[in-house]
């Protein structure tokens, strides 16, 4: 079973691009799955994919201390 999860990347710290952004969380330690890049004032979407959920909250944690990164969408 695969544990995926999507970040939404809006409000990114002044000057910084939202491809940047979700380099630096690839960064982290994870291939970056998926990629909507911001269209039309939506925020972009960076999608990331694990081989358990406690790989996956590992990765919610230090993730979610990036400036402008939060969740899209529910993990499975």
Do not use: C, K, Q
């Not at 982290?28 to 925020?43: E, F, I, K, S």
């Not at 999608?47 to 358990?52: G, K, L, P, R, V």
Request: hydrophobic share 45%.
């Amino acid at each position: 079973m695969r544990f995926n999860v999507a970040f939404l990347i809006s409000h990114p710290p002044e000057g910084e691009h939202p491809a940047a952004i979700a380099a630096r969380l690839a960064d982290l330690g994870r291939y970056l799955t998926g990629w909507h890049p911001a269209v039309d004032g939506a925020p972009a979407t960076a999608y990331f994919s694990f081989a358990s959920e406690d790989e996956r909250e590992r990765f919610l944690a230090r993730a979610l201390n990036v400036p402008g990164v939060s969740i899209a969408e529910p993990s499975t």
